[in-house]
């Protein structure tokens, strides 16, 4: 590690993100990416723009988007952030927590990101056991007079899928009324209630979402957060001291046209939400042990298999999922819900190696 730069840079893990394989006959279901395709308006306006207006920077407060989110869910444009990624959302929602003073908490196990962004923003943190079932507890996030810089989650919580009822949700933003609440809601659109209706009660409260998932754009890199507009500004204040332009012309082009079509939106995510649930079905007829999924991918074990070695019989068929082995989820396959065809790929060779 090069000696040049801060020490703190040779500590950091760094999140390893999911394998992109070049094989494209691969089944992948191991990034929970959307097997369909994103809105057809989308691509046209993204088409539109090369062709009109890559020689113009882009707006730098990405305005069209943010009144599309605003609109959507009938708040102002100055209670939305944008980003690349819900990933830069999250990193600079951190770089604002920098050096707090007080740790921050957050579910054990979670997305790793948040270790990592913690670490590389010196924000100390304390990581909260799930209950048995691999649900949140609200309770332990409820203070006990102990001092806490802000709370983070992922909702439904990643990778278990597991979501957290929005009346918790509202329990534990009542019990914290003064730190900083991060509902990151990546997989919300594949079945929970959002937390964006309770912005408005909880000046507190700021919730992520992502274009990746259930809009079928994560190589577009857009996420967003909203919240109320004191809590947007600082986020401003922190990116334009990063970057001024959050996005380029045809991530807003994008992002603006598919943020509007509704039609897209719901067809695509019902299809996930009917697949996720003859998948659940068929692994638990396999005798895999499921977690109640949210999302747009399950989290199952087998009593008798181990996780490795199922990971490695797939990927031998061709399909990769992800599987996980630390003492907390041991055993356990991510597996992302693809198309019906993929899932039945991934289920028929399961029973081959059972
Ligand atoms: N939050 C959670 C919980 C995730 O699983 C992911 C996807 N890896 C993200 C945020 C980031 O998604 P993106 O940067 O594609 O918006």
Redesign the pocket.
Known sequence: MSKFWSPIVSRLTPYTPGEQPKISKLVKLNT?ENPYGPSPKAIAAMAQEIGDNLRLYPNPDAEPLKLAIAKRHGLSPSQVFVGN???EV?AHAFQALLKHGAPILFPDIT?SFYPTYASLYEVEYRAVPLAEDFTIRVDDYLGQGEAIGGIIF?NPN?PTGCLLALDEVERLLAGNPDRVVIV?E?YIDFGGDSAIDLVTRHPNLLVVQ?L?KSRSL?GLRV?FAVGHADLISALERVKNSFNSYPLDRIAIAGATAAMEDDAHFDRTRNAVIASRSKLADELASLGFEVLPSAANFVFARHPQHDAAGLAASLRGDGIIVRHFTSARINQFLRITVGTDEACGALTDSLRKHL
Request: cysteine-free; aromatic content about 8%; proline content about 7%.
């Open positions: 929970n990624g819900s990933d999250l997305y992922p990643a990151d990546a992502t990746s994560a996420g």
